[in-house]
């Protein structure tokens, strides 16, 4: 059985920081491409980051460059989502989601391009 589970949202003021980790079992992390995506309230959900599992490649939203840091340890079979210089526009709850196929990683900011997903964790920035 497929199973992703996030943990590290919390609340924090502006400019602070978060570290996000999703938990992976019942598959081969070492072979699967992860990403994360947020969804704030009224809004439609987002792709923030993406790791590729053949090539180590990692992608990200515009929005987050310079800020996000994603990285796995296929040993513990978790992904990570490093979030400094938070802003209030971080704001939502963010999902793991496991893509279908690794080859479809030039779609991963579509959320048909996955298969499996996590239940999410809020995160809050506010003053």
């Known amino acids: 059985q497929v199973l992703l589970v996030e943990s590290g949202g919390g609340s924090v003021q502006p400019g602070g920081s978060l570290r996000l980790s999703c938990v992976a079992s019942?598959?081969?992390?070492?072979?699967?491409?992860i990403g994360w995506f947020r969804q704030a309230p009224g809004k439609d959900p987002e792709g923030v980051s993406c790791?590729?599992?053949?090539?180590?490649?990692?992608y990200y939203h515009d929005s987050v460059k310079g800020r996000f840091t994603i990285s796995r340890d296929n040993a513990k079979s978790t992904v990570y989502l490093q979030m400094n210089s938070l802003r209030p526009e971080d704001t939502g709850v963010y999902s793991c989601?496991?893509?279908?196929?690794?080859?479809?990683?030039?779609?991963?900011?579509?959320?048909?391009?996955?298969?499996?997903w996590g239940q999410g964790t809020q995160v809050t920035v506010s003053s």
């Open positions: 989601g496991r893509l279908r196929h690794p080859a479809l990683v030039g779609q991963w900011t579509s959320r048909s391009a996955y298969g499996y």
């Open positions: 790791t590729d599992s053949r090539d180590g490649m990692k």
């Open positions: 019942g598959f081969n992390l070492r072979y699967s491409a």
